[in-house]
């Protein structure tokens, strides 16, 4: 019984502790969402006064104080804390209020403290073209739906572009002019829109925008595999489509072959970047060219320069040797026969397409035959060939045949004498030639003198020691001999006297003197020279040259570095001004140039000069970056090669009066 009361007492009293605690409530709860900078606004009441009240935010684990005070009359407070950057500090996410009044908690419902924002963007399309301009509209809501007041900042990545601005009542609106030049493909616009409090940003939002720029046809180019291409040999070329950026384009394109007159050697169609081969025939006209293309509505063009061909095709049926000249320029060198140990050598001109057969005369038996012009060559075994000697006399042409040439020449020599008897009955007397040799005012007139035994002497008394690089537009074309001398250091006064003394051997041998920098030019031309033959004339005086500086510094303190190259090529030139004025075709002068630089001290012939001298002179092939150049070994005595031929015939005319006998 004692028991029982005991218990019932000690349950009046707990229950009187529990109606003696004070209770605290929120009237108003916070709203589920607030962006930084937003006010917490809340309303709490309390059970009874006289007690201490705590008021704190929690998120994430992190508090701040909101209130506190000791409540001696109210009941009820009123709270109002802007959820300023410098209030929260990193403090974000979902979050409660916690009261605690006398040892009584209670908490809010939990809501939601963000510094988040919204962009809508807004464009016309996706796709642009290079140089376009871009607009774009912006509206952008912080995650409470209030609009946002601040910044906007854009970048266009790859091309490094940046803009911003000012975002007001939650909208902005920007343009961008992308480049002309912009490489084609998708890019991403990165947009970002932000406020600041005291320089910090607190609400943020960011998104991309995707565009594509289009690849655009710019330019239409092609590609040569070379400049200057010899005759009988593919031009390798090919056709490439740019866009704005210079990137090539996958497509197709037509092109053209045609020479400067429009006249049409080729039309095809083709792909971009596909190799192509155009076959240059051995007879096609020396001179510049094009290759027109088309692709995408753009157009493009090249020029080459199709080289001179002096080339010849030999052919042996029998006794019979044809020659037909299938280059693309008149012919004119001379042909060496070896017909068994003997060799005879025959001279002929061709027109281009034009051909002509010799006979090949030789006491009877078979022969070994080897026909060749230094370039071409052609040879044929056991040859039956019948006759009184070895000989070679063209086709249908025994009125002209080497055995009634002496005749001939005795004819007119007794011409020549008649002449000369009946010019010594001229009034003795000087008197200048009214016939110029050349064109052009003063140009090579002469002068004929009366001189010792009352012969005449012609004597020029006015030299083309000039020779000017000039646009002629009405002049001959011929092939001319060029020697290029460069000069590699600087020269005292007495290398320069030695040097001019030097050139002086130009002269002599009927040159002239064209001056570029530190190039010397020497040209042989036909209108100077008054022959076709320049080529070894031209190396015999290269070699003088050389000669002549290699012995100054030999015994000079002061030498003089230079090299030497021989080249041919064709010229449009005339005499003017006791001037030689010149136009080169094509790279003869580029040429002659480069292979100077690459001589030391030497000559050194271009493969030109080489073929058109392989019968007087003897060179050894060499390479030098990548050129086909050849090192004079030895000059043949031509002299003794006349000497030895007359020789033969005169044995030969011998031998047939003794079997007339």
């Avoid at 192509?276 to 320069?305: D, P, T, V």
């Amino acid at each position: 019984m004692r028991k029982q009361f005991i218990m019932l007492f000690l349950i009046f009293v707990i229950c009187l502790v529990s109606i003696a605690k004070a209770e605290v409530w929120f009237n108003v709860q916070p709203s589920s969402l607030y962006n930084i900078g937003d006010d917490l606004e809340n309303v709490i009441s309390v059970s009874e006064t006289g007690k201490q009240i705590i008021l704190e935010l929690s998120c994430g684990g992190q508090s701040r104080s909101l209130f506190l005070k000791y409540l001696e009359n109210e009941t009820t407070i009123r709270i109002l804390q802007p959820l300023t950057k410098a209030f929260l500090g990193e403090m974000k996410g979902d979050c409660k209020i916690i009261a605690d009044y006398g040892g009584d908690r209670g908490e809010s419902l939990n809501f939601k403290i963000s510094d988040e924002a919204l962009i809508r963007i807004e464009t016309q399309t996706r796709d642009y073209e290079p140089g376009e301009k871009i607009d774009i509209l912006g509206k952008i809501e912080k995650l409470n739906t209030l609009p946002l007041e601040g910044f906007f900042e854009i970048n266009l990545e790859k091309i490094n572009f940046t803009s911003s601005g000012i975002v007001e009542k939650g909208n902005f609106n920007t343009s961008i002019a992308l480049p002309e030049v912009i490489a084609a493909g998708d890019y991403l616009i990165s947009i970002k829109a932000y406020e600041k409090e005291n320089g910090e940003i607190t609400n943020i939002g960011e998104t991309g925008l995707s565009i594509n720029v289009k690849q655009t046809p710019q330019k239409v180019d092609i590609a040569l595999n070379i400049q200057s291409i010899k005759p009988g040999n593919n031009l390798d070329f090919k056709i490439s489509l740019y866009d704005q950026s210079g990137n090539t384009i996958e497509g197709s394109a037509s092109f053209s072959i045609e020479d400067l007159k429009g006249n049409s050697l080729a039309k095809a169609l083709t792909d971009t970047k596909k190799e192509e081969s155009f076959y240059i025939e051995k007879n096609l006209f020396s001179g510049n060219y094009k290759i027109k293309a088309y692709s995408s509505g753009m157009y493009g063009e090249r020029q080459f320069y199709v080289e001179e061909n002096e080339e010849v095709e030999f052919k042996i049926l029998n006794n019979i040797l044809n020659v037909k000249n299938i280059g693309n320029v008149k012919y004119d060198k001379a042909i060496q026969v070896k017909i068994g140990s003997v060799v005879e050598i025959i001279s002929t001109e061709l027109e281009i397409g034009e051909e002509k057969e010799f006979v090949i005369a030789a006491p009877d038996g078979d022969y070994d035959i080897e026909v060749t012009d230094g370039s071409t060559s052609v040879s044929d075994k056991g040859i039956s060939l019948t006759g009184n000697a070895i000989n070679i006399k063209g086709a249908g042409m025994g009125f002209f045949s080497r055995n009634k040439m002496m005749a001939w020449i005795f004819l007119i020599f007794v011409m020549g004498m008649f002449v000369f008897v009946a010019l010594r009955k001229v009034v003795r007397k000087k008197f200048v030639l009214s016939q110029p040799y050349g064109t052009g005012k003063t140009a090579g007139r002469g002068v004929i003198k009366l001189g010792k035994e009352g012969e005449y002497i012609l004597e020029r008394y006015s030299e083309v020691k000039e020779a000017e690089h000039s646009l002629v537009l009405k002049g001959q074309k011929q092939d001319a001999a060029l020697i290029c001398l460069k000069i590699k250091n600087e020269l005292s006064k007495e290398a320069k006297e030695n040097l001019n003394n030097t050139l002086e051997k130009i002269y002599k041998n009927k040159g002239t003197l064209y001056r570029s920098g530190e190039y010397n030019m020497a040209i042989f031309s036909p209108l100077l020279t008054r022959t076709f033959k320049n080529y070894t004339p031209a190396v015999k005086t290269a070699l003088e040259i050389t000669k002549a500086l290699q012995e100054y510094n030999s015994r000079a303190r002061n030498k003089i570095d230079f090299g030497i190259s021989v080249h041919s090529g064709a010229i449009i030139n005339r005499i003017e001004e006791n001037k030689l004025k010149f136009t080169s075709l094509g790279n003869i002068l580029t040429l002659s140039k480069k292979i100077a630089e690459l001589s030391e001290n030497e000559v050194l012939l271009s493969k030109e000069i080489h073929t058109k001298t392989i019968s007087e002179i003897r060179a050894e092939k060499i390479e030098k970056q990548g050129f086909e150049l050849f090192v004079i070994k030895r000059v043949t005595d031509t002299e003794k090669n006349e000497k030895f031929i007359h020789d033969f015939l005169g044995r030969q005319e011998e031998e047939k009066k003794a079997r007339i006998k």
